[in-house]
Every structure is written in structure tokens, then in C-alpha cells.
């Protein structure tokens, strides 16, 4: 199996440095499933080309594995783990270029923190339940242009359709340690299998590979299942350690689309006389992160709001959809967590946000539970998903800041209902290792109904998601208005 990294920076020569494998020689690195090369089949001041060579050995890979394989294919003399990009490749990857995906340099300690215009290729990339579709889903969101093409199981019979696997090729200025752990992680990711098994250690691979854009990714929640090979404790607690206040679990505890029974033909259909559903982006149900984002943006525009304050933004997720409303003239997001402005920072691309644009947010570091006189002065106030991470007694305090300090035309508030919990067949306790509670409904509906007497509001309440008749929506949501009036 190949990859192929090309680049136009001056002098492109560079790229021996960032790797640290020298252009004039071929290296060579002994692996316990086959030998990996390096060599540089092109390497002037214009452009310059590594390319890593992974020749696997299948009966090493079988005798060293065996039976007990969580791929069943590695299980066989003959299968395709020799030829195409898989998680051999990207455990390769991993021990060739170790320092390069930290971002080390000694020589040039500069280069590594540089945006080069980089071009990776791989000929031959499984792209199981999904297809080119979802390599444009996991790439695009990371700045990647991404040319992702089908390979024909057979050019000589085109009638017979298309293979599984996909012809890839990335372009962006990207830093080389992010592409290199772009690749670490979703290349085993798209083949939805390891050929090793999957342990608690992964977890810990995982976010160090993904710092810095796993966490803001709008697939993070397929990402983590599939590199986890769908473990559900470990990808709970992966997920969990990705999150910031604000962020939810729900899209591990939903039963994932994409991992029917069913095999999904390149294009992201289901194969005929499967008995599967298309997993195409239109046929896939809305994770309820993006429908309670929607409720909350549609109670603001209800409610006319122009200017809003988000407390616990966490990683600026609705700070974003409020900056594409160009009617909401002043936005501002608020965190306790500094790495969680870190990450919404970099999720908003802060650095190369216009001026028109940034001109109308203010993000900052702040607690709810004590007096900020920043937090008053806005139309709206959202604390989305944000209330049960405090512990109970520290309510009081949230209440008199926001309430009875900011003082804002409108209140509006989602919280979990505990009572749905149980359409989760997977959970145990609560949704988040980090709430402190869930509430009923008759319990929001107590604390909201309490909090509105006591400083001067009204509630109205709306069910956000399916509104189950028995259990009720998996989340609640509350509308304070001040001074009266229903919503």
C-alpha cells in the first residue's frame, strides 16, 4: 500500500526536515506485519514528494494474529490488507513519521508550526458504509479539498459497478503534524475495521491524535465509534473527555445509521437486496445536538431577539449558527473552561474572521455563578445544556447572576429529560459523566416555575426532539420573558 506527500512550499525540500528522513535516501523500517520504505521519488527547491511503501506480509500478518483477529479477513492468506489503506498503513505511519505527527523539528524548530501547501494521495482507501461520501464528510470540515473517486471493480466490465474502495486525494495548507494525524485517525476510520484489538490504551491514542480538531469535528460522534470498533464504554468515555460544558453525549448513545448490516455501495447507498436503508446525508436522522441548536435558534428569532449572550458556550457550536445570522447584530460567548475558548476560537477561525464579523463577538472567560457585569446588557440569554453541570446547591448562585444580575429580556434554557433516559439502551446512569443531575419534566418545570416567580418572568415551555407520549422529548427547553406575556 502507498501514500504519496507533496508540497509547493519554498524550498519544498523542507519536507525532509518536517519528516526528518533525508531526500537522498531510501529508509527502510521493519514492522511485525511487513517492511516499510521511505524515499522520495521527487525532491528539487519547486516541489518535493515522500512517499511511504508498505509491503505487508500476509502470512506473517495471519500467523502473528490468527484466529483471534477482530477483522474475520485477516483471518485468510488472501485478502486485501496488503494492497489498501488500513490501519496497518496507519500504524506504519505512526512509528515512521512519530516525531513529525508531534510537531518536532530540532534543525528548523519553526517549520513545524508553518501552514505548508501539502497534497497527499492514496490510490487504494476502503471506504466501508459510506464511500466517497463520507470521505468528503471527514476531510472537508478539517480545511481539506478533498477528490475522492470510486474504483471500478473491473475497467473492463464497467456493467459490473463499483468497488468498496476509493481513489482519495487531499490539497490544503495545512500543518503537516495536524495531516499526518488527520490520516492516523480516519484512516482506519473509513475502513471500519483495526487489525489489532481494540483496548483501553485507544482511547488515549485518540485524543492525543485528534487534539486540537476532534473535538469541534460534526462527525466526532462517528469518529470516535468507528476507530473504537464501536466499544461503547470506551467510546463514551472518549466522547466525554472531548467534551466541554455546554457539548452532550447523545450521538453515542444513538444507534448509529451508518453501521447497519447492510454494505453501502460507494456513492453512500445501500446495496440492492440488502434489506438496508441508504445512508446517504439525506436519509440520515438529525443528531438531537443539531435539532436542540435549531429549537434555540428558532425560540431567539420568535422571541426578536438582536443580541445574545451564550453562557457555557463550550466549543461556540451555536456561537457559530448565531454568526450566520446576520440579523443578530451582537453576540457573546462565555466559558469557564479556557481551553474551551481555545477551541471555539479555532472552530470560528477567529484569526481570519473578517473585521465586519468579529466586530459583532465578544468571547471570554467567565464564571455563571459569580457576578459579571459583561453578562448584562443583551436581548437573550441561552444556557444550552449547561444548568445540570452544576452541582445543586451552586443553582442559587447561576440564578441570582443571570436572573437577577444580567437581567435579560429573555431566558432560555435546555436541559436533559431524565425521563427518556431509558430509550437509551446503552446508558447507564446519567448522559454525561460530568452532569451533577437530570430532572423530570416536573422537576424543570418546579425549578423554572420558581426562578421566574422569583425574579420577574414568565416561562413557557417546548419539547425539544421526538415528543414521546410516554416519556416525553429527550430534551426540555424553557423560555423566560421578562415582565409577562406568554411566548
Same mark, same amino acid.
Request: charged share 25%; aromatic share 6%; glycine share 8%.
Given at each position: ?55 505487508? $506480509? /500476509?502470512?506473517?500478518? *495471519? ?94 466490465? /464497467? ?6 474502495? *476509493? ?10 503534524? $495536524? ?24 482511547? $488515549? ?185 452544576? $452541582? ?20 432560555? *434554557? ?49 419539547? *425539544? ?23
Amino acid at each position: 500500500m502507498l501514500l504519496t506527500i507533496s508540497t509547493t512550499h519554498r524550498p519544498a525540500t523542507d519536507l525532509g526536515f518536517l519528516l526528518h528522513k533525508h531526500p537522498d535516501k531510501v529508509q527502510e523500517f521493519s514492522q511485525s506485519f511487513g517492511t516499510a520504505q521511505v524515499f522520495y521519488p521527487e525532491a528539487g527547491d519547486e516541489r518535493c514528494t515522500a512517499a511511504l511503501l508498505l509491503d505487508v $506480509d /500476509p502470512i506473517r500478518l *495471519v500467523r502473528s494474529r490468527g484466529a483471534s483477529s477482530p477483522d474475520f479477513s485477516l483471518g485468510q492468506y488472501v485478502n486485501d490488507r496488503p494492497y489498501a489503506a488500513s490501519s496497518l498503513l496507519a500504524s506504519a505511519m505512526a512509528e515512521v513519521f512519530r516525531t513529525a505527527r508531534a510537531g518536532r523539528c530540532a534543525a528548523r524548530p519553526e517549520l513545524p508550526e508553518q501552514a505548508i501547501p501539502l497534497e497527499i494521495s492514496l490510490p487504494a482507501l476502503p471506504c466501508r458504509h459510506g464511500g466517497v461520501e463520507l470521505a468528503h464528510r471527514l476531510f472537508e470540515p478539517l480545511g481539506w479539498q478533498v477528490e475522492a473517486a470510486a474504483v471500478p471493480l473491473d475497467e473492463g466490465f /464497467p456493467e459490473w459497478g463499483n468497488s468498496r474502495y *476509493v481513489r482519495l486525494t487531499l490539497r490544503g495548507e495545512v500543518r503537516l503534524a $495536524d495531516a499526518l494525524n488527520h490520516l492516523y485517525v480516519l484512516l482506519p476510520v473509513l475502513d471500519d475495521a483495526k487489525h489489532y484489538w481494540v483496548a483501553s490504551d485507544e482511547v $488515549d491514542k485518540l485524543i492525543r491524535a485528534g487534539e486540537g480538531w476532534l473535538a469541534a469535528h460534526p462527525d466526532r460522534g462517528l469518529i470516535t465509534r468507528r476507530y473504537l470498533n464501536r466499544r461503547t464504554a470506551l467510546t463514551r468515555a472518549a466522547l466525554a473527555r472531548l467534551a466541554e460544558v455546554g457539548d452532550d453525549l447523545e450521538d453515542a448513545l444513538e444507534p448509529p445509521v451508518e453501521e447497519e448490516t447492510a454494505e453501502a455501495t460507494p456513492d453512500g447507498e445501500a446495496a440492492e437486496g440488502s434489506g438496508g436503508e441508504p445512508t446517504g446525508e439525506s436519509d440520515r436522522p438529525t443528531p438531537l445536538n443539531v435539532l436542540r441548536r435549531e429549537a434555540v435558534l428558532a425560540a431567539l428569532d420568535d422571541v426578536g431577539a438582536r443580541t445574545v449572550i451564550d453562557l457555557g458556550c463550550g466549543s461556540g457550536q451555536l456561537v457559530n449558527a448565531l454568526l450566520a445570522n446576520k440579523t443578530i447584530t451582537k453576540i457573546a460567548g462565555v466559558d469557564v473552561s479556557a481551553h474551551a475558548l481555545t477551541l471555539a476560537a479555532r472552530k470560528l477561525k477567529l484569526d481570519r474572521m473578517s473585521d465586519a464579523r468579529r466586530a459583532r463577538l465578544d468571547l471570554f472567560q467567565g464564571s455563571l455563578t459569580y457576578g459579571d457585569s459583561r453578562f448584562a446588557g443583551y436581548d437573550a440569554a441561552v444556557l444550552m445544556e449547561v444548568v445540570e453541570h452544576l $452541582d445543586p446547591p451552586r443553582l442559587p448562585a447561576l440564578e441570582r447572576v443571570v436572573f437577577g444580575g444580567a437581567k435579560p429580556g429573555h431566558v432560555i *434554557v435546555t436541559t436533559p429529560n431524565a425521563e427518556y433516559n431509558v430509550r437509551y439502551e446503552t446508558l447507564t446512569g446519567m448522559r454525561h459523566p460530568d452532569h451533577r443531575f437530570e430532572w423530570t419534566r416536573a422537576e424543570f418545570r418546579h425549578w423554572a416555575a420558581a426562578v421566574a416567580a422569583r425574579y420577574g418572568y414568565q416561562v413557557d415551555y417546548r419539547p *425539544v426532539g421526538e415528543d414521546d407520549p410516554e416519556l416525553g422529548p429527550p430534551t426540555q427547553m424553557a423560555i423566560f420573558t421578562a415582565g409577562g406575556g406568554d411566548v
